[in-house]
Structures are given as C-alpha cells and as structure tokens.
C-alpha cells in the first residue's frame, strides 16, 4: 500500500483528485520584533479541498488565480 496515493488524474487535489476547492485566509507573525508586539505580517491564502480537507498554504502574492495553481 502507497503512503502517497496518486490521484486519478493530473488535474485535481494532489492526494484525491477532487476538483472543488475552499480558499481562506491566515495572517502569521515573524520573529523578532514582529513577534513580540504581535504584527501579523505574513499573509498566505489556504487552498483546501472539499472532498479530502487537504490543505496547501501559498504566499499572498496576489498575482493570478491561486485555484489554478492547486489544481494544477
């Protein structure tokens, strides 16, 4: 048995293949400084599948459509 499984095609969750998709937001704190006075600045966008709950974190770049990224 694969620790890994393959999903059924190239386009999809890379651990289930499922094609619907959840797009949050985090904002994290650095270190340093930004930690101690809690300034939250990282922001990354949560691509999250609805089938499997699989989640992959992107650096919010806001350039193009993230989707397509996870998607593949």
Known sequence: MSSNPQPSSD???PKCG???VDV???AT???GLS???DIQNNHFQ???CL???YSELY???SQGDIVDVFLG
């Open 11 to 13: 386009r999809g969750c």
């Open 18 to 20: 499922h094609d619907e």
């Open 24 to 26: 949050g937001e985090i």
């Open 29 to 31: 704190t650095g270190g």
């Open 35 to 37: 930690k101690m006075f």
């Open 46 to 48: 949560v691509v999250s």
């Open 51 to 53: 089938n499997c709950g």
């Open 59 to 61: 650096r919010d770049t």
